[in-house]
């Protein structure tokens, strides 16, 4: 399961030949999200591969070097430490491509992604060539053909309704009328009163359609009396 330490004799071509896959593997995901626009393309991911396979060389390597010492004298080593600490110093660089746009969440496939090829670079680093190899064709199938599924899962749609209008009469039964006419639901409602300007504003999140309806219902909204603005996403 594990490559040897040594290929040909050289230690220096074992290192070698790990950090080229790392990097192969690494480079690959990331052409898939360079593609697709995402801050972490190309290079980020093979960066992260090529770091995280150098560590565990590193870690692998004061094994070798140290590892002959007595458990009694002052250094102890423990080889798993610099995996661990991987793991965490990639959480960090997750989270810097997760963006929130208003109620919207981008870039966590970004950083799943890179949370998956530090994964693989450090499975290149132990040497466990055939574990790097299947979660870099894992990664590559479920971000091109999963992504192909997405328009036959059905999923609810969330549409983000901002109304503003005069605040007599209310409008919101009649607003309530329209969505129960299409069994829309209602999952999250605020209401803004003012009371120097006599307007309120209704913020609205509406569930349970398949559909984009944004347009439709606005235009329904917008011949309401007393409507002033509509805004939604």
């Known amino acids: ?47 992260v591969s090529v770091g995280s396979c150098l560590m565990m060389i590193v870690s692998e390597a004061f094994f070798l070097k140290y590892g002959d010492l007595p458990g009694t004298g002052v250094v102890r080593l423990d080889p798993g430490r ?4 991987i793991i965490t110093g990639i959480g960090f660089l997750g989270a810097g491509v997760i ?13 799943a992604c ?36 997405e328009p036959i899962i059905k999923k609810d749609r969330y549409l ?6 005069h605040s007599e009469p209310d409008i919101y039964p009649e607003l309530e009328r329209i969505f129960v006419a299409r069994k829309l639901h209602i999952s999250d409602l605020e209401a803004d009163y003012d009371l120097g300007g006599k307007s309120i504003r209704y913020r609205f999140i509406l569930t349970q359609h398949r559909v984009r309806i ?3 219902l606005s235009g329904i909204i917008a011949s309401i009396e007393g409507v002033q603005r509509i805004h939604f996403n």
């Open 160 to 165: 983000h309704l901002t109304i503003t209008a």
């Open 99 to 111: 963006i929130k746009e208003g109620f919207l969440v981008r870039g966590l496939t970004t950083a």
């Open 1 to 47: 399961m594990f490559f040897h330490s040594t290929l040909f004799g050289s230690y220096e071509l074992a290192i070698l030949l790990k950090i080229v896959l790392a990097a192969l593997a690494g480079g690959i995901v990331g052409i898939e999200r360079e593609k697709h626009g995402r801050p972490a393309g190309l290079r980020t991911h093979l960066l």
């Open 82 to 85: 610099a995996a661990a600490q």
């Open 214 to 216: 944004g347009r439709e």
């Open 114 to 149: 890179l949370w998956l090829v530090a994964g693989i670079g450090m499975a290149f680093g132990m040497g466990m060539f055939a574990a790097g190899a299947i979660g870099a064709v894992i990664a590559l199938l479920s971000l091109i053909f999963l992504k192909k599924l």
